[in-house]
T-cell receptor, first 113, second 111 residues
């Protein structure tokens, strides 16, 4: 009966490194979302999956950002060649079929030095 | 980019008082949702109001929606110290599943 979990909770990366952030949605939830939240701001949408299909990736800021959900459950957000402006909290959310609210995980705080 | 503005940006009240937060948005929406975020934590869904609804209640929460003015308000009655958090409105645009969040209101309830 756990909620959405994310790992790691904190990640420090040197500029230019690649990072991978993991999201475990609530079991059975078909929809999965990634958001980026800068300090003091509201979350901004990155991408959305329905099962394993990535239906909307309009919010990904550059081609350095890539997300996947190959088996329709766990998802990974990968950021290549990290830049300082990538520093933010990355939030994952999931929701069941026919429900429009979203259940959020605690986030991964990424700091790029 | 953020959908719109929330005001006030920050609000400090005494326990027992009511707190009102406002949200404006720009697009055609399917629904509008309010979320709470405690410091350093994930967001918690509070309430959802559909575009064809004007008012909704849930416990101490009351939400209104005026689609002609593209605005919404969240009222928390009889506030408690535990209500201290940031509150965000989020809209679901017609035809999309993604949420577009406002910039948030930081509420401080003094015991």
């Amino acid at each position: 009966g756990a909620g959405v979990s994310q790992s790691p909770r904190y990640k420090v990366a040197k500029r230019g490194q690649d990072v991978a952030l993991r999201c475990d949605p609530i079991s059975g939830h078909v929809s999965l979302f990634w958001y980026q939240q800068a300090l003091g701001q509201g979350p901004e949408f990155l991408t959305y999956f329905q099962n394993e299909a990535q239906l909307d990736k309009s919010g990904l800021p550059s081609d350095r950002f890539f997300a996947e959900r190959p088996e329709g459950s766990v998802s990974t957000l990968k950021i290549q060649r990290t830049q300082q402006e990538d520093s933010a909290v990355y939030l994952c959310a999931s929701s069941p079929r026919n429900y429009e609210g979203q259940y959020f995980g605690p986030g991964t705080r990424l700091t790029v030095t | 980019s953020q959908q719109g503005e929330e005001d006030p940006q920050a609000l400090s009240i005494q326990e027992g008082e009511n707190a009102t937060m406002n949200c404006s948005y720009k697009t055609s929406i399917n629904n509008l949702q309010w979320y709470r975020q405690n410091s350093g934590r994930g967001l918690v869904h509070l309430i959802l109001i559909r575009s064809n609804e004007r008012e909704k209640h849930s416990g101490r929460l009351r939400v209104t929606l005026d689609t002609s003015k593209k605005s919404s308000s969240l009222l928390i009655t009889a506030s408690r110290a535990a209500d201290t958090a940031s509150y965000f409105c989020a809209t679901m645009d017609t035809g999309r599943r993604a949420l577009t969040f406002g910039s948030g209101t930081r509420l401080q309830v003094q015991p």
